[in-house]
T-cell receptor, first 119, second 117 residues
Framework: AQKVTQAQTEISVVEKEDVTLDCVYE???????LFWYKQPPSGELVFLIR??????QNEISGRYSWNFQKSTSSFNFTITASQVVDSAVYFC????????????????FGPGTRLSVLP | EAGVAQSPRYKIIEKRQSVAFWCNPI?????LYWYQQILGQGPKLLIQ????????DSQLPKDRFSAERLKGVDSTLKIQPAKLEDSAVYLC???????????????FGPGTRLTVT
């Protein structure tokens, strides 16, 4: 069965520090997708990144970067020079093919990491 | 572009009562999802629709929960009768057509916060 682990329940940093959020996943599929979502205090989940299992290139988007390593089944997320507005709960998620159907995906979220960035 | 709309935003009911939530996905999104998010946890997928057909409802407690997407656009999720443990935020999301080997990012609505007393 698929599983996503985010071992860090809560992290606090001071503004301008770098912070890395860990995500470890389990799947038996060779084709799967990984996602990161941000849930700010307002509650609405915001999509950050989607990565498929065949693309192990790291990605950088402004202050955000993602490190995908299939060898360790990890998809870690780093925020550089953190800001107070980065305070939120961050979720890692995994989707994999559904064996029984041509459509849809099995989708599971991790438990989330609450990041607090202090001024 | 309009996002995913949900209503109501908040609902308080007593146990054993019934409740319904409504969702309008992003135009053109064939796949619609309903999630339950209990406080302090990640969202849990309840049901997934492809157009107006159910793709996966394996985690939906079918003795009390039901959902439909009659015309392949709007969807409703119903709980009848509600239990205390149903207190949670119910999130609706939509995406482009999700295939067996192709997944797309989901766009979420603001959610409905349900309190069962």
């Amino acid at each position: 069965a698929q599983k996503v682990t985010q071992a860090q329940t809560e992290i606090s940093v001071v503004e301008k520090e770098d912070v890395t959020l860990d995500c470890v996943y389990e799947t038996r599929d060779t084709t799967y997708y990984l996602f990161w979502y941000k849930q700010p205090p307002s509650g609405e989940l915001v999509f950050l990144i989607r990565r498929n299992s065949f693309d192990e290139q790291n990605e950088i988007s402004g202050r955000y970067s993602w490190n995908f390593q299939k060898s360790t089944s990890s998809f870690n997320f780093t925020i550089t020079a953190s800001q107070v507005v980065d305070s939120a709960v961050y979720f890692c998620a995994l989707s994999e093919a559904r064996v029984v159907s041509l459509y849809g995906q099995n989708f599971v979220f991790g438990p989330g990491t609450r990041l607090s960035v202090l001024p | 572009e309009a996002g995913v709309a949900q209503s109501p935003r908040y609902k308080i009911i007593e146990k054993r009562q019934s409740v319904a939530f409504w969702c309008n996905p992003i135009s053109g999104h064939a796949t619609l999802y309903w999630y339950q998010q209990i406080l302090g946890q990640g969202p849990k997928l309840l049901i997934q629709f492809q157009n107006n057909g159910v793709v996966d409802d394996s985690q939906l407690p079918k003795d009390r929960f039901s959902a439909e997407r009659l015309k392949g656009v709007d969807s409703t999720l119903k709980i009848q009768p509600a239990k205390l443990e149903d207190s949670a935020v119910y999130l609706c999301a939509s995406s482009l057509l999700a295939l067996r080997d192709r997944s797309y990012e989901q766009y979420f609505g603001p959610g409905t916060r349900l309190t069962v007393t």
